[in-house]
């Protein structure tokens, strides 16, 4: 028998929840990606890269095309000159990105920070570096940064913290201030930084996303990680990059190069063009992705859902303690997948320990007008 390398680990609640979708034919808002498809001069450049025969292996840190825009669109926002040759590296999603970056920190024995509720691939990646996460829980109801908590969570030991902003699954942001108290709370201590920007163009209500990349003392004990998916809403395309100054990118590119050695050629040739064409589409997308979030809050209204509008993400929180309290929120997403026909994720799989009255679910508003329409008709009918 083989012994596992991950004991504790199955399916994620993300391949469950699709599944189930697809079985019971329920409207799919629970893993995260946009039933609508990316712009279309950005997919017909994949086909005319694919004929013009950009299909061999791309160069292993990303092509200098793309990684020249990406340097570009970051000197635009966040006002950082970084090197697309030793700073920016391409990486088949951002999930390779993260785990790349783990495996170059994390030493066995060392400690990470990871805030809960948080992604799922955190903490597999550092246990496979034989690492070990301390979690430590954002403040309800609003999912801050609790700094006591972050304070008394710190140890000779810990070797890396791992910030998400904006926040999946709440939504919540990191403000500059926020950025400046954990500069002064990490900078006589040896602990760098990944922070998982993916959502970076999806802050709403006029607010700005506070990038590492505009920090200069945290960007240079930093990862910071992003995603094309996300962002061109092309997430079955898992292309990603990662950012960080050139000793960190140096043994991330290490470990990036055995892992997966380079990205798809075809898409990267297609999103460099794009980028360049459309500077204007990460401008847009906050105003694009808020009309959504609007439109299902909205009708949502007339639900018993209690809920208050997300500040950032596609994903929007929702408390059902009105409507089948008796549920835990796993039974609660079953029961709104199979009785009413609308898949949701449950938020204490992304928790360590859930506090035990949690009763959130998440939907995922990426998605057409009329599945929000349809979708919000069958909650509200609840
Ligand atoms: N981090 C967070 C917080 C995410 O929600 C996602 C989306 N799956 C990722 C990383 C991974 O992005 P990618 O699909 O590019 O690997
Ligand atoms: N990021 C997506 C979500 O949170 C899912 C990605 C995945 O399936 N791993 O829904």
Not at 95 to 102: G, K, L, R, V, Y
Not at 108 to 122: L, N
Request: with cysteine.
């Amino acid at each position: 028998m083989i012994t596992s390398k991950l004991p504790n680990v199955g399916t994620t609640i993300f391949t469950r929840m699709s599944q189930l979708a697809v079985e019971t034919g329920a409207l799919n808002l629970s893993q995260g990606f946009p039933d609508f498809d990316g712009p279309q001069a950005l997919r017909d450049a994949v086909a005319q890269h694919i004929s013009a025969g950009h299909n061999q292996y791309a160069p292993m840190t990303g092509l200098p095309a793309l990684r020249e825009q990406v340097a570009a669109k970051i000197a635009r926002l966040y006002g950082r000159a970084v090197s697309a040759d030793t700073e920016v590296t391409i990486t088949p999603g951002a999930t390779q990105a993260i785990f790349c970056a783990i495996q170059a920190l994390i030493q066995p024995g060392d400690e990470v920070i990871v805030f809960d509720p948080s992604y799922d691939s955190y903490e597999p990646s550092v246990e496979l570096a034989g690492g070990r996460c301390v979690h430590v829980p954002l403040a309800l109801p609003g999912f801050g940064i609790d700094w006591q908590a972050l304070s008394d969570a710190l140890s000779s030991k810990t070797r890396l913290i791992i910030i998400n902003s904006p926040h999946n699954p709440s939504g919540a942001l990191i403000t500059r201030a926020e950025l400046d108290q954990l500069a002064a709370l990490i900078r006589d201590r040896d602990i760098y930084l990944i922070s998982d920007e993916v959502y970076e163009h999806l802050v709403f209500d006029g607010a700005q996303h506070a990038s590492i990349l505009a920090h200069e003392e945290l960007y240079q004990r930093a990862f910071v990680v992003s995603s094309f998916g996300k962002t061109y809403h092309v997430t079955g395309w898992k292309t990603g990059y990662v950012v960080a100054p050139p000793a960190l990118s140096g043994e991330l590119r290490k470990i990036h190069q055995y892992v997966s050695f380079c990205g798809v050629t075809p898409l990267q040739w297609a999103l460099a063009d794009y980028m360049a064409a459309h500077p204007e589409h990460v401008t847009e997308l906050p105003g694009f992705y808020q009309a959504k979030r609007d439109l299902f809050c909205d009708l949502l209204g007339n639900s018993r859902f209690n809920f208050k509008r997300t500040p950032g993400t596609y994903f929007q929180l929702a408390d059902y303690s009105a409507i089948r309290p008796d549920l835990d929120d796993v039974a609660m997403s079953e029961w709104l997948t199979r009785e009413h026909g609308v898949a949701t994720i449950p938020v204490s799989v992304f928790y360590q320990q859930a506090p035990k009255d949690l009763r959130l679910v998440r939907f995922c508003f990426a998605k057409r007008e009329d599945t929000l329409r349809e979708a919000a008709e069958k909650l509200c009918a609840i």
